[in-house]
């Protein structure tokens, strides 16, 4: 079936540095798209989201990116504070308004150098 | 939280025996969900809900099953548990803006 996928499994940046994560999607017919934050313990917490008539959406100290074209997603944090340790998701649906469930990539984990 | 909340927390129970997890909310959301987070899979569907009384398979339902008899509680129950039925299950709603989780309940079965 479609899936969501993230292209790493880790990536590490040091504190203060913009973060970029990184998702591709399959299901071209797609419409929403979401990135979740998850910390240990926790269940995912909504961060952003887009959909599919908006290339670029900001909120605060992050942005998400989408390529329709390449079907890529990707999600920028600014200045990475340690805070932002966590293991990020992205999730899309072809029915944004609907009763349709998300699918969700594997999931990246940010690690943040002091 | 998004008014989302998640009974119990956790749960050891022993194989074959039935196990019911219940999500309740507090926000009137038409939409309620229940996903399962398992390492090397992340979070699948099991079965979603649309409304009162109208429920939906996932991609992995076998097994469960759901029941939502007011807007606000929606009841996953596992039949006969299984060790296979060891995960996190987390409940979800899905709004205007955008799709909410709850803390999620830690089942262990044994």
């Known amino acids: 079936g479609e899936s969501v996928g993230l292209h790493l499994p880790t990536l590490s940046v040091q504190e203060g540095d913009n973060s970029i994560i990184n998702c591709a999607y399959s299901?071209?017919?797609?419409?929403?798209f979401i990135w979740y934050k998850q910390e240990s313990g926790k269940g995912p917490q909504f961060i952003i989201d887009?959909?599919?008539?908006?290339d670029k959406r900001q909120g605060q100290r992050v942005t998400v990116l989408l390529n329709k074209t390449v079907k890529h997603l990707s999600l920028q944090i600014a200045a990475t504070q340690p805070g932002d340790s966590a293991v990020y998701f992205c999730?899309?649906?072809?029915?944004?308004?609907?009763?349709?469930?998300?699918?969700f990539g594997k999931g990246t984990h940010l690690i943040i150098q002091p | 939280d998004a008014g989302i909340t998640q009974s119990p927390r956790h749960k050891v129970t022993e194989t074959g025996t039935p196990v019911t997890l219940r999500c309740h909310q507090t926000?009137?959301?038409?939409?309620m969900y229940w996903y399962r987070q398992d390492p090397g899979h992340g979070l699948r569907l099991i079965h979603y809900?649309?409304?009162?009384?109208?429920?939906d398979k996932g991609e992995v339902s076998d097994g469960y099953s759901v029941s939502r008899s007011k807007t606000e509680d929606f009841l996953l129950t596992l039949e006969s548990a299984t060790s296979s039925q060891t995960s996190v299950y987390f409940c979800a709603i899905k709004g205007t803006l955008g799709a909410f989780f709850g803390q999620g309940t830690r089942l262990t079965v044994v």
């Open positions: 926000e009137n959301h038409r939409y």
């Open positions: 299901n071209s017919a797609s419409d929403y």
């Open positions: 809900s649309y409304g009162v009384k109208d429920t």
């Open positions: 887009i959909r599919s008539n908006m």
């Open positions: 999730a899309e649906s072809f029915s944004g308004g609907g009763a349709d469930g998300l699918t």
